[in-house]
Structures are given as C-alpha cells and as structure tokens.
T-cell receptor
Framework: GQQVMQIPQYQHVQEGEDFTTYCNSS?????IQWYKQRPGGHPVFLIQ?????EVKKQKRLTFQFGEAKKNSSLHITATQTTDVGTYFC??????????????FGQGNILT | NAGVTQTPKFQVLKTGQSMTLQCAQD?????MSWYRQDPGMGLRLIHY???????DQGEVPNGYNVSRSTTEDFPLRLLSAAPSQTSVYFC????????????FGPGTRLTVT
C-alpha cells in the first residue's frame, strides 16, 4: 500500500535558525497537504500543493512539491517559539483505486 | 459554526468493554474520517466515509465499526476494547476527500486497562 515517510522524525533548533523537513511517498501523489499540530492540540491545515514542482510561501514558511509528485518539503526561515509543534504531510494516491484514503506521514517534531 | 466536535474528551475503559466515540460536524461536509494517533506513528486512518450511507476501511480498521446515517454524524464503535486501542482518536471532515483541507476535531484520549 501507499507509504508516506517523513525525515527526520525529531529536530531541535535554536530560535532564529532555519528548519527543513522532508516528506517522501512510495507512490505518485495527486496532491500533498501539510498540517501542524501544537502540543496537546489537533492537526491544523497549513497548505495544499497540487502541481508538479509547485512552490508556495506563507510568510516564513516555504512549501515545495517535487517534480515527480512523490516528495515534498517544508522550510521555515528564522524559527520562532510559535513554530514549535509536529508537522505532518499527507497525500492522496494519484491512482483511482484508493479514493478517500489520505495517508499521513509519521510527523516531524520541532522543538 | 462549531466545526467538528468530538465526545467524550477522555475515556477509560476496561478490557472487553464496548463504547462509541461521537463525532459531528456542522459544515455539510461529505467526507468524514477517523484517525488514531500513537507516538511515533503519525495519524493512521481507521475508517472513512465519502457520504451518508457509504463507509470504507482505512489502514487499521480491525476492532472498530462505523456507520454514517446522516451527513452530520460519524460515530466510531469499539466492539471489545483492548489495551492496544489506547490512543488519541481524531475525527476529521472535509468537503471532498481529495482536494480540500480536512478539519479535525479536538480528539478523544482513550485508555484501555
């Protein structure tokens, strides 16, 4: 079945440093979504990428979708304490056989 | 709008007991899903529904049942609780399964002793 892997699983940075997390899928994705979960909270949607090679920015956050639509990255510039949390990627298989199944990566915990 | 609501927030069960986790949304979303979250495992899909009367299994469906009689409600039933079902359970909904963001409920923390 489809697998979505996030690396690394844990990252600790000093405030002001940059942070990057990566997401890799075993299959081609129709789109990829990123979510953030604060400690003790629930996942909150950040962004969705659909097109091959797409890059989107939200203030200090930059999201990229790979050319082959099998990987993605999230980069945070000059981290702040408000960035602490777990970042998840989630993807839907590009094939039509698993309609409705969105697979989440295991998350990257940023402290 | 209340968004996605879940009850209860916390629950302790003994092995073998059954219970239903409630989930409701008031956004008229067609797609609803249940996830469990365990340390280091991310969010794993248990069951999902693409509309009233339609449900399907996710990655880890064993030990759980669902039904979707209305657009608003999507309860998750634990048939015979086991310690391996100790987890945080999240319900989520979206307008459509593939192309729209999912809204998550606040979660239910379940402990099975």
């Amino acid at each position: 079945g489809q697998q979505v892997m996030q690396i690394p699983q844990y990252q600790h940075v000093q405030e002001g440093e940059d942070f990057t997390t990566y997401c890799n899928s075993s299959t081609t994705l129709s789109n990829i979504q990123w979510y953030k979960q604060r400690p003790g909270g629930h996942p909150v949607f950040l962004i969705q990428l659909v097109k091959s090679g797409e890059v989107k920015k939200q203030k200090r956050l930059t999201f990229q979708f790979g050319e082959a639509k099998k990987n993605s990255s999230l980069h945070i510039t000059a981290t702040q304490t408000t960035d602490v949390g777990t970042y998840f990627c989630a993807g839907n298989n590009a094939g039509g056989t698993s309609y409705g199944k969105r697979t989440f990566g295991q998350g990257n915990i940023l402290t | 709008n209340a968004g996605v609501t879940q009850t209860p927030k916390f629950q302790v069960l003994k092995t073998g007991q059954s219970m239903t986790l409630q989930c409701a949304q008031d956004m008229n979303h067609e797609y609803m899903s249940w996830y469990r979250q365990d340390p280091g495992m991310g969010l794993r899909l248990i069951h999902y529904s693409v509309g009233a009367g339609i449900t399907d299994q996710g990655e880890v469906p064993n030990g759980y049942n669902v039904s979707r009689s209305t657009t608003e409600d999507f309860p998750l039933r634990l048939l015979s609780a086991a310690p391996s079902q100790t987890s945080v359970y999240f319900c989520a909904s979206s307008y459509e399964p593939r192309s729209y963001e999912q809204y998550f409920g606040p979660g239910t923390r379940l402990t099975v002793t």
